[in-house]
């Protein structure tokens, strides 16, 4: 085992792990806004806008994310118009495309974790809240969305263990994260166990501090399902 070469390129890895986490970073965020307006077409009482987000789940959860990728990073630029376009300054960027395509993609599977979400609140505790008087907004903030968002955190959580798993996909349109360095590395080495053994290491401690910093969130935000301390009661003594 040559452990200064492992050494070596496990320090050229972590120096591309910014860019695999700038890529997971902004396609959570860009997929989960996106995520938001199609759960909200979903549930629209207009036919139009709840079966044009039926066709988006469909065709970005029905299709592979590489697919995807090649799309929109080699065929849109094949049209004169996208290419005259404000669209191109974002498309002629493989970074950019990277992350739109991530970002479309993450948005159809989060989209369905959220009404899920939605579904699974109890129909009762939104009749006692409109019962009360609350507001729709404050209904949605206070009784809604923290059910929901503890609903939808188990899955979630899979969904993002996913998205960090699928910027290795990048690599293949020439942007160097963890995967596009170590491909690199073989290619001038020829030592393909080592260097991906080392990428798979990386990628393991990440989706493990990601899995555990969303494990917290859940305990925090469910009070109510932890075990509470259990003081034992003296029997009273007998009188005579």
């Not at 709840?50 to 697919?67: D, E, K, M, N, Q």
């Not at 404000?86 to 989209?111: D, E, K």
């Not at 009749?127 to 949605?140: F, K, P």
Request: charge should be positive.
């Amino acid at each position: 085992m040559d452990f200064d070469f492992l050494l070596d390129t496990l320090g050229k890895l972590l120096a591309a792990v910014p860019t695999t986490l700038g890529l997971f970073f902004l396609s959570m965020l860009c997929g989960g806004l996106l995520s938001l307006l199609i759960v909200a077409m979903r549930v629209s009482p207009y036919p139009a806008f709840s079966w044009f987000a039926r066709g988006y789940v469909l065709v970005f959860r029905g299709s592979p994310l590489l697919i995807q990728l090649f799309l929109i990073y080699y065929g849109l630029g094949q049209f004169e118009m996208v290419r005259e376009s404000f669209a191109w300054i974002v498309l002629r960027s493989p970074y950019s495309c990277a992350v739109l395509a991530l970002a479309l993609c993450t948005a159809g599977y989060t989209a369905e974790i959220l009404r899920g979400g939605l579904i699974a609140v109890p129909q009762g505790q939104i009749e006692a809240g409109l019962a009360t008087g609350m507001s729709r907004w404050t209904l949605l903030h206070r009784v809604i969305a923290p059910i929901a968002l503890r609903q939808c955190l188990p899955a979630y959580s899979t969904e993002l263990v996913l998205l960090v798993k699928s910027t290795a996909l990048a690599s293949l349109v020439t942007v160097w994260d963890v995967t596009g360095v170590a491909q690199q590395i073989i290619q001038r080495s020829y030592r393909t166990m080592e260097v991906f053994i080392c990428a798979a290491a990386i990628y393991l401690v990440l989706n493990f501090l990601l899995v555990r910093a969303v494990a917290m969130l859940e305990h925090r935000l469910s009070p109510h399902l932890r075990k509470r301390p259990t003081t034992a009661v003296k029997p009273h003594a007998q009188t005579v």
